[in-house]
């Protein structure tokens, strides 16, 4: 209630820190007249110490970070001021603070991450300070040399290392939903977000799902499930399709794919959006008004994957009476012909098969092309599920069609999250049927090393350049994966299918502190490439000045501490800029990264900068 003046008034303490608080005010006279006000109130420590460090540092880093005591008492004020690094003193000084006492401190970055601590003392007790986490990334690129081996009954390999990559890893096991669930794994870890890549992840979670119920275990990830879900909702363009990213253009492939992935999430007892009368709409739309046969095909299989009732066996004649199909065209058709129950011949598949070292099988029409969907793992899926869904049992081509998917895992995993989702997805159903190990599975290592191996998983380290021999016994296979993982300090300038050049737009490595400066990246494409990835790191005492988004060239960037992720969908070839801004921040020496491009789903073509040192002064 107002005093008779009307005013009203109250005291509030504020928590002892710095704040804004949003106030609202709200009246009402005796005749129910209102009216509302608002302000923002600001709360300050009398006395106070603030810290400013870089949001990250490489390994060696020279940084001079910065502490800063404010007065806002009329006295002056004797005090103690203290930077900690890992709760260790590295400076102490006592001074008289009248209005404000600022303190530097040159830290040089560890190989691990490191805290920084700022603080003030009276002699009367008063405590005040700021503590800083600073992660440190190592300097150059993690590379990872490895192989991965499906040990039969009758094989054995041996393994190669290299010493001057350290200490080798390897890891065995003798259930291949072991294997699966590493690799799931690595699919929910894989740090960006797209379209396919959250599909992936929602197809992954799926698998994930039916291992817990096959093993009787509950199944607790309901709400990445759902929370995936949301994702595409919300990245889902106005007519109900998607493109790669959820501000791009729409991608067929891309938009199939999500769909087909949520009619399993609906199989598996999540609720979704979609409009099934929108996706028979378009679907039909798209199939009447493009000659591609690869359009055409991929909504006949989402209408029959919805169950949607249209006349297919027109639709499949026509596309018999189309012209040439290439090889993944072919198996799309037969594998559409026999889930809607159209008379097929399935032997066409036999001029196709071919046969690893391991004597495992894998369909290719030696066509080598770097297209995602088109590719002789992609064609190996669908191959599998036409031998699979045949009258006549498959099962020892099924094994060694399996057996060649692991085989690919070279690098300690499959080579993108889409190829990893639908390996996963294709070859799940025909490992739940369980193991009755008759002959259980025992593992023989020989060379410099001698052991027995008959409890899984396993796993040991071992010095490189040493030989080794691996065979097994028992009913079943074993599979190992070796690898070694390391970091090179001193990247070697890399051009091959990519060219990838940066500088400052000062024409200099030596910056100056509080001025905007821009960090430019040109990459010469020496072939038309897809779905590619740039990344530019920045130097760790500067800022960013504005996170513009995308130019003409870019789908998609996002930006981390450490670097920004630029996603091109297609570069034609020639030449790309891209520009990052920037603002000193931090007087030091830097380590810039090198930048690099790469193609996304098969990483081992890239290129990249060499090391580069920064000052700022």
Sequence with gaps: MSDENGKAEFEVTFPDDITSWQTFVLAMNDEKQTGQDQDLIKSYKPLMAKLAVPRFLVQNDTSFIIGKSLNYTPDSISIKTEFKVNDSSSFSNNSICVNSIIDTLMLVAPKDSLAVTYSLKKDDGYFDG????????????????GEFFVLETDSNVSITSDPAMGKVKMYARADMLDVLEDEIDHVLHYKYFCNEQ??????VLLAQKQIADYKGEKFRQDHEINKLLRLLKKNQIKDGLWGWWKNSEENEWISLYVLETLSMAEDYGSKTFVDKNKIAENAIWHILNTKNVDTRIKYLMILKRYNIRVDFVDFIHKLDSTGTKNFNQLLQLIYLKQLTGVSCNID???QYKKTTLFGNTYFSDENKRLSLVDNDIQNTILAYKILRADTIPHNV??????NYFFEQR??????????????IAT?????KGGHNQFHKSKLFIEGDIKKLVSEFPFEMEFDPGQNLMLSKTGDFPVYVTTYQRFWNPEPKYKAEDFVVTSAFSTGSNTLKAGEEVVLNVHVKVKKSAEYVMINIPVPA??????????????????????????????MNKGNYDFEVKLIPRYNGKYTLNPAKAELMYFPTFNANEATKKVTIN
């Excluded at 800083?132 to 690129?141: D, T």
């Excluded at 959250?198 to 197809?203: A, G, M, P, Q």
């Excluded at 070859?427 to 490992?431: M, R, V």
């Design 541 to 570: 005492g500067c800022s960013y000045a504005e996170k513009h988004k995308n130019s003409w060239s870019e789908t998609h960037r996002e930006y981390y501490k450490n670097e920004v992720a630029v996603f091109c969908q297609r």
């Design 397 to 402: 081509e099924l094994q060694k069609i399996r």
């Design 348 to 350: 066409t598949l036999n």
């Design 427 to 431: 070859i799940l159903p025909d490992l």
């Design 410 to 423: 070279k690098k300690c995993y499959w080579r993108n999250t889409f190829e990893s989702a639908n390996i």
């Design 130 to 145: 700021e503590r800083r986490e600073i992660p440190v990334y190592p300097v150059g690129l993690e590379e990872t040399n």
């Design 198 to 203: 959250i599909t992936s992840k929602l197809k």
